[in-house]
Structure formats: structure tokens, C-alpha cells
């Protein structure tokens, strides 16, 4: 991994800071630090009296942040955590509230690109698939341990795979044979189920991408994540602070809408952006991660201890 990754692209920055509005001496809670692309556009703006607070699940990814984040002129905090403990990483920094969270959700290019992590079919790796990889179940603990039934649901609830049935079919014939371990075997049994050559076919979406996704989201429990953080960010956002979220596919853009829409209902939040915000074509042919990204702001009304109450 490389010390500075210059390729490194935030996604939507400039909608970001226009949304988050952070001004000198705020406190910053970056909930998904990753390679600190943001975080460093947000600590600039918070300047040498604001305290930027950055959080992530993938220790590499921190450690890349913290040598970025060397020119940042607010104080840095940097945690190796799940954004969904976001209240016991405050606690840990001995803050109440903050001013401005932002959380970019999904998996960095740079995380796609390493083999060894098994996120993706481009090469031969490990099926493991763990954001944090001290701990907890890999992608391929899932695919040889689940029943049919299971996986073919997990598969289907977690990417709308409408071929999800004969996916899960095919890799329980597999494995009875032997045991599933590499990110290109489960991507040539998916190819196979569906019937079709991943070279040959007529959409430019891999036959593999929704498989792969669906089980990414189920080691990381990442949706139950995003609503367990959703939660905590609003018991910590100061009267008048700004919470934005960028999400990449409509399950976790649909619990970002209904999160907010809620809390409006309530009275807890001024909705800021009425439909998401999506990259403009230069910056989509710049960077093609932001195809998909989808910028929702929202803004504090109450105090974090109301929203506690």
C-alpha cells in the first residue's frame, strides 16, 4: 500500500463543504475517515482553533489518513472504530456535541484494488471481505456455511439479485465438493448459475457485482451499521449542526432518506437538500466511483440532549 495515494479522489467534495457549511473552531466528526480526502478539506475549513475527529472500521485505510493529515491545521483525532460507536469514540475524545458529521459510505477504490481484502472478482484473492480484519465472520465463513434458503435471501435482501435462487443453488453444489475460498471461484460460480460469460455480456455490470456486494454488506452488517450511526449522529449534533451522508446504492440511500424524513417529521432535523446530490459529468468521468454517489444533508434543530431525551 502506498504511503501517499495520490490517486486518492473524495467524491463530491465541493457539495460537501457547500452543505456542511464548517466554520473556524467547529468540531468535525468525520465518521468514515478512509484515506482522509475529506477530512482534510473539512479540518482545513475548521482551521487551528477546530478539532476534526475521524473514525474507521479499516486500520490501513486510518494509517493513510494520519500521514495525510499531517498538514491539517485543526487538532486531529483519529480512532480505529465503527461509525456505529461513534458515541463511545465522543465519549473517548471528551466531546458532547459536534458541529458538522459527514459519513462516505462503502468501500474506497484503493480497498477494491487490493487482492488480498477479496472486495472484488478483477483479480484472484482471499474471500474475506472484512472492513475490520481483527475480527469477525469473511465472505467466505458465509458462502460454505449458510443453507440455501439463507444465502439466497442474504444475496437477494442485500442487492435485489433477482437470480439470487439459482446463485445460492450453485454454490451449495459447489461446495459440497470442496470448500470456497477465492474471490474467483465464487465469481465463476456466479457466472455459471446465471448462464453467461462474464467477457461476453451485454451490460457492463460484472454478473458477480450484486453477489459480491450483497455478502460485503452482510460481513459488515453495514446496514444495521448505517442505522445505528444515523441514530447516535442525531443525539450529538449540536443545535444547528449539519450531518451529510453519501451513499452508493439505493439500500443504504433509501435508510439515509427515511432517516432524515423522519426526523424532520419530528422536528429534529431541517432537510437541506430535497433530492440528492449527484456528480456532475466532469466529475464522473474523472473519477468513476461518483457514478453512483448520492450527497443527502440534513440540519440540527433541537440540542443533543433533546434528541437524547
Not at 494509517?63 to 473517548?92: G, K, M, W, Y
Not at 465438493?177 to 448462464?195: F, H, P, Q, S
Not at 459529468?281 to 443533543?304: H, I, V, W
Amino acid at each position: 500500500m502506498s504511503d501517499a495515494p495520490a490517486e486518492h479522489i473524495p467524491v463530491l467534495t465541493d457539495s460537501v463543504l457547500t452543505y456542511l457549511r464548517v466554520a473556524p473552531g467547529d468540531v468535525v466528526l468525520d465518521a468514515t475517515v478512509g484515506l482522509g480526502g475529506h477530512a482534510l478539506r473539512l479540518g482545513e475549513a475548521a482551521g487551528k482553533a477546530g478539532l476534526l475527529i475521524g473514525v474507521d472500521a479499516d486500520a490501513d485505510n486510518l494509517a493513510v489518513a494520519d500521514r495525510r493529515l499531517q498538514s491539517c491545521p485543526a487538532t486531529v483525532r483519529l480512532f480505529h472504530a465503527n461509525f456505529a460507536r461513534i458515541d463511545e469514540v465522543l465519549n473517548e475524545a471528551s466531546v458532547e456535541g459536534v458541529d458538522v458529521i459527514l459519513a462516505d459510505l462503502g468501500v474506497s477504490s484503493n480497498q477494491l484494488d487490493d487482492a488480498s481484502r477479496g472486495f472484488s472478482f478483477a483479480a484472484g484473492g482471499p474471500l474475506d471481505m472484512r472492513l475490520n480484519r481483527t475480527h469477525g465472520r469473511t465472505a467466505a465463513d458465509l458462502v460454505n456455511a449458510l443453507r440455501e434458503e439463507e444465502l439466497s435471501d442474504l444475496i437477494y435482501f442485500n442487492s435485489q439479485e433477482r437470480f439470487s435462487r439459482r446463485i445460492a443453488r450453485r454454490i451449495c453444489e459447489a461446495r459440497r465438493n470442496k470448500r470456497i475460498t477465492t474471490t474467483d471461484e465464487l465469481a465463476r460460480l456466479v457466472t455459471d448459475a446465471l448462464g453467461v460469460h462474464a467477457d461476453a455480456r451485454a451490460s457492463k455490470i460484472h454478473p458477480a457485482t450484486r453477489t459480491f456486494m450483497a455478502l460485503r454488506i452482510a460481513v459488515n452488517d453495514e446496514l444495521n451499521a448505517l442505522r445505528t450511526f444515523l441514530e447516535k449522529a442525531a443525539g450529538r449534533l449540536k443545535a444547528g449542526g449539519r450531518i451529510a451522508v453519501i451513499a452508493f446504492h439505493s439500500l443504504e440511500d433509501g435508510i439515509v432518506k427515511r432517516d432524515f424524513a423522519a426526523r424532520k417529521q419530528a422536528g429534529q432535523y431541517r432537510i437541506l437538500i430535497k433530492r440528492p446530490i449527484i456528480a456532475e459529468p466532469a466529475e464522473r468521468e474523472a473519477n468513476p466511483r461518483s457514478r453512483s454517489a448520492k450527497l443527502r444533508a440534513a440540519q440540527q434543530t433541537g440540542t443533543p440532549e433533546e434528541n437524547r431525551a
